[in-house]
Nanobody
Framework: VQLVESGGGLVQPGGSLKLSCAASGFTFSRYPMSWYRQAPGKERELVAKITSVGGITNYGDSVKGRFTISRDNAKNTVYLQMNNLKPEDTAVYYC?????WGQGTQVTVSS
């Protein structure tokens, strides 16, 4: 199982970024996918999750209305569209499926 995140970077407050996670080594369409994040000195927290069937989503309270998780089963990829970014969104963002984690991608929100 391999999960490879991309799309992180430095963005100003109010800006947008779109993260991608390319999955391989398992039947992607059969598994839920999630994004987590971990800021310095804080515990890793759930950002968003999408089910394997029906694409049902749920979000952490701090990102509701600003972030959108989606998946493309044909491309074995899950996305996280992040809008209206705030400095408190600064963290390493990780892609997750049961039993596996990506290496993470840094998102920094700063002016």
């Amino acid at each position: 199982v391999q999960l490879v995140e991309s799309g992180g970077g430095l963005v100003q407050p109010g800006g947008s970024l779109k993260l991608s996670c390319a999955a391989s080594g398992f039947t992607f369409s059969r598994y839920p996918m999630s994004w987590y994040r971990q800021a310095p000195g804080k515990e890793r927290e759930l950002v968003a999750k999408i089910t394997s069937v029906g694409g049902i989503t749920n979000y952490g309270d701090s990102v509701k209305g600003r972030f959108t998780i989606s998946r493309d089963n044909a491309k074995n990829t899950v996305y996280l569209q992040m809008n209206n970014l705030k400095p408190e969104d600064t963290a390493v963002y990780y892609c997750n499926t049961p039993g596996a984690w990506g290496q993470g991608t840094q998102v920094t929100v700063s002016s």
